[in-house]
């Protein structure tokens, strides 16, 4: 699973790329903002197909944006992230800012509690476990994504202590969590520095695989059938999720540059 709810801001025009000689989609800059006072925006280009274009274009620089089913990507060799198609709406100041990711793959590593990158606790108390999921994008390919678990040692749900506990490498999870950017000025060379990761929220394991065959199901209520279908809504359908690959490959995105590879490394940053 891969899927985003997120609002944004347009930063720039939609503008046209051509994906082959005879067909092409829009694309733009979307600055998503801030999950704290202490964090910085996230900066992500959109990338909007098929019928939802026609829309997309329409909009201008400043453009307030609530993007539903989006799949979230990230490259290896630019370390950025992007995302892809979805349901776009218009929306105002008033709308409530949401940012909501959650994906399904596979660990592809055991935290290791002597590597201050993967684990550290801290003087305030704060405990924070940094793991990286794989997950699927179709045609034997993977996305790789940082993600961390922080509490205190009064958290109710010590996620950072279960995230240790019970994920190993090719562990199968399903976290639900945000974008979250920090920045920071280096010391050395003064310049403004980023980096995006997901901030864990909820996490639920995949079951363990049993020895004993499962029961068959059986049904349990008998569903009336009818050909007479009220008008909900005025009448209008659900928007389809404007991605090309969905049909074609059944489901994921097209590849990204170069072949799967290691995780890449973990930033220190200020939590």
């Not at 370390?79 to 929306?91: D, T």
């Not at 940012?99 to 606790?121: E, H, M, P, S």
């Amino acid at each position: 699973m891969n899927y985003v709810d997120v609002c944004a801001i347009l930063h720039e025009n939609p503008r046209e790329v051509y994906t082959s000689a005879t067909s092409s989609n829009l694309c733009a800059q979307i600055i998503v903002p801030p999950t704290s006072a202490g964090k910085a925006p996230t900066n992500l280009t959109f990338h909007v197909y098929g019928k939802a274009c026609d829309k997309f274009k329409g909009f201008t620089k400043g453009t307030r944006l609530y993007i539903h089913g989006a799949k979230l990507r990230f490259d290896l060799e630019t370390k950025l992230y992007s995302l892809h198609g979805g349901v776009i709406a218009q929306v105002t100041e008033a709308f409530p800012v949401l940012n909501d990711v959650i994906l399904t793959g596979r660990c592809i590593k055991d935290i290791d509690q002597t590597d201050a990158r993967a684990f550290k606790t801290t003087a305030d108390g704060l405990m924070i476990a940094n793991q990286t999921i794989s997950v699927n994008t179709g045609r034997n390919q993977a996305d790789l994504f940082n993600f961390y678990a922080i509490n205190t040692a009064q958290d109710k749900l010590n996620q950072a202590e279960l995230l240790v506990n019970f994920t190993r490498k090719g562990t199968g999870i399903t976290i639900r969590g945000r974008l979250v950017t920090d920045g920071w000025t280096d010391k050395e060379t003064q310049e403004r520095r980023s980096v995006t990761k997901i901030q864990l929220v909820s996490m639920t394991l995949a079951p363990k695989t049993s020895e004993t065959q499962q029961k068959p199901v059986t049904t349990q209520t008998t569903v009336a059938s009818t050909n007479n279908v009220a008008s909900l809504w005025g009448g209008k359908t659900v928007e389809e999720s404007a991605d090309p690959w969905t049909q074609a490959s059944g489901g994921g995105l097209p590849d990204l540059p170069g072949q799967y590879g290691a995780a890449p490394e973990l930033d220190e940053v200020p939590f």
